[in-house]
């Protein structure tokens, strides 16, 4: 993948994450302007009009995921952990699995 579209996904990912959580108008202004950022510069690099790029690539709401979740299981003492998830129910420790985000586990 060429440099220049991991760094507009990158962009877009950031701007609407910020999105997810900005609560005052000023951030809520340079969140949009770094999303129409990241569209334009795949607008350059294709043969899609701004419209079109902003309408498939812009229009997800929400913290940005790829919608993958990642679960662990940890025994401990003939024991296992167990989350209490917002809606009451138990689970394995785990969450959403963030764009471009590397992990070094020792």
Not at 10 to 39: F, T
Request: proline residues 2%; aromatic residues 10%.
């Amino acid at each position: 993948m060429d440099k220049w579209l991991k760094l507009a996904i990158e962009i877009q990912s950031l701007a609407q994450n910020g999105l997810a959580y900005a609560n005052n108008v000023y951030d809520i202004e340079r969140y949009e302007r770094l999303r129409d950022i990241s569209a334009e510069m795949l607008n350059m690099k294709t043969d899609f009009s701004l419209e079109k790029v902003k309408d498939l690539f812009c229009n997800e709401t929400g913290y940005q995921t790829p919608k993958l979740d990642t679960r662990a299981v940890i025994f401990k003492d003939n024991k296992i952990l167990l989350v209490h998830e917002n809606n009451g129910t138990w689970s394995l420790p785990g969450g959403w699995v963030d764009v471009n985000r590397r992990w070094n586990l020792c």
